[in-house]
């Protein structure tokens, strides 16, 4: 660990330290705060459950917004969750779902790679309070971020008042950062001059505006861990269809032996899958992603295997943090951590023909994608990044099992007639993979002929006919659907008998 003082070189702000309890004394009721962190890394995690305790004990009827780059931890976000009056624009909080199903929190999903901009044009109002994690204040006052970017830089750039959390307990993550901020109009905005994925085109610190920094508090505490369990057989099975359907694409388009940049999801599907690339005969791989999790920590010690990676958060479960601090130099040398408007660029995805992949709730058979709610309304998390990649990706995959078993003990087909929610659209997915197999979305044909071909090799054998049966049912037309709905009700009885008699066997568990 390292001490306070030296990892505050700026003498001005060294007089701005002070107990966590006293700085929760600048947040006031209706306040809105921009904070760091996204997939549970680089949050402030002294500064928000001290600030829960500060309201239950003081003013329980206060009320705040509160703006992050993804998910916050359960240790954090749970605690100042019934305090939130809004949220965006992505949680996986039990207790803040639980607020938002019973109307309690607002919350607006959006594309990550829009709310960053949108909080700098000031769609969401004037931020009052920032409160970010840093490993280190320079002596200019800039500050040297944590393991996630996010949106840090644009709250601190935009907040009213500033409050920094010193994170003496890991390590100085200086030399890992590349950041800049998006244009905001009239100032015409630039084209960003990445072409390659280890380009760097902004600073290694967010300058800040040392008058509006209030207080600066210590941290001695890790990252959370993310929890990951051992890859199903399923799973390793999705994994295996995904690299042979990369190989099949490789010699189909002659990519040579380089294959395009890699964007992986979070999860034990994801990891499966980087873990599969690793074993696989691609070298040099590049990683164009939003996370830095544990199946790619291997790549860090094989530089045939592995060239670069960008990202806006390094994540990891907590056997993934003592590996990745064991090669933390390495590290330093080998991944980019940038803003998550840069690293979900819609542009740079685009430019860098980024393979995407991504796990939903369930696909249907016409090849839409769910990634965040249940039965239609019932939210889990966020689009995320999700959106910003399948829309520009030169090859972009959703992978999910054929089948899910619930907590209820039914077993649910994740390939549906029809999501009732749809993230993504038929015209953003090219190719859908379960353990079952894959079917490509690239050629022109009919929405019938996708809907056969989805069933027949992507589908649980067992839900099949009835699948079949959906389609004959719904007739003719383009992704045409049946819409009496007391053929729809008997179809639904169907199902759900199927769902409640399904073999356990083999089905993947909730």
Request: charged letters at 25%; proline letters at 5%; a neutral charge.
């Amino acid at each position: 660990m390292a001490t306070l003082q030296e990892r505050i070189e700026c003498k001005q702000l060294l007089n701005k330290v002070m107990p966590v309890e006293e700085a929760v004394k600048f947040v006031k009721n209706n306040d809105t705060l921009a904070i760091s962190g996204f997939t549970k890394s680089g949050e402030p995690k002294v500064f928000i459950p001290a600030l829960a305790k500060h309201f239950a004990a003081h003013a329980p009827e206060s009320r705040i917004s509160l703006f992050t780059g993804a998910s916050l931890s359960e240790q954090v976000e749970g605690p100042i969750a019934k305090y939130v009056a809004k949220r965006g624009p992505y949680m996986s909080s039990s207790e803040s779902r639980k607020l938002i199903l019973e109307g309690k929190m607002d919350f607006t999903d959006v594309h990550l790679s829009q709310f960053a901009r949108n909080l700098m044009y000031g769609f969401y109002g004037e931020i009052d309070v920032a409160v970010v994690e840093v490993s280190r204040i320079r002596e200019d006052g800039g500050v040297i971020l944590t393991s996630s970017v996010g949106i840090s830089g644009e709250a601190l750039t935009k907040a009213k008042k500033i409050i920094l959390e010193v994170n003496t307990f890991g390590s100085d993550y200086t030399g890992f950062h590349d950041l800049t901020q998006p244009r905001v109009y009239p100032r015409v905005g630039w084209p960003v001059p990445v072409t390659n994925v280890g380009d760097r085109v902004g600073s290694l610190h967010v300058p800040i505006d040392l008058s509006k920094v209030v207080a600066v508090v210590e941290s001695r505490m890790p990252d959370y861990g993310v929890d990951f369990k051992d890859p199903s057989k399923a799973e390793n099975q999705i994994a295996a269809n995904v690299i042979e359907f990369l190989q099949g694409l490789q010699k189909k388009y002659s990519w040579g032996h380089r294959i395009p940049p890699i964007q992986s999801g979070v999860g034990n599907i994801a990891n499966a899958i980087v873990g599969g690339l690793y074993d696989s005969p691609f070298n040099k791989i590049r990683f164009w992603t939003e996370v830095f999790q544990d199946g790619m920590l291997k790549f860090l010690d094989n530089e045939d295997k592995f060239e670069v990676a960008s990202c806006t958060a390094v994540s990891f479960s907590n056997a993934g943090y003592k590996q990745f601090l064991q090669n933390f130099d390495k590290a330093r040398e080998k991944i980019i951590l940038r803003p998550m408007w840069l690293s979900n660029s819609p542009e740079i995805i685009s430019r860098l023909f980024v393979i995407a992949m991504n796990t939903p709730i369930e696909v249907d058979i016409y090849g839409h994608a769910n990634s965040t709610h249940v039965d239609g309304s019932k939210i889990i998390n966020g689009l995320g990044g999700s959106g910003d990649f399948l829309r520009n990706a030169y090859v972009s995959i959703v992978h999910t099992p054929s089948t899910r078993r619930l907590k209820d003990g039914r077993t649910v087909s994740c390939v549906m007639p029809y999501v009732r929610h749809i993230d993504h659209t038929e015209h953003d997915i090219k190719c859908v993979v379960t353990e079952q197999g894959v079917v490509l979305n690239t050629e022109i044909r009919s929405a019938i002929r996708r809907a056969d071909e989805i069933i027949e090799k992507c589908a649980h054998p067992y839900f099949r006919p009835l699948l079949r049966s959906y389609l004959k049912m719904a007739g003719t037309g383009d992704e045409p659907r049946i819409t009496d709905l007391a053929r729809l009700k008997g179809w639904w009885d169907e199902y759900d008998t199927a769902c409640k008699e399904f073999p356990a066997q083999g089905a993947n568990t909730d």
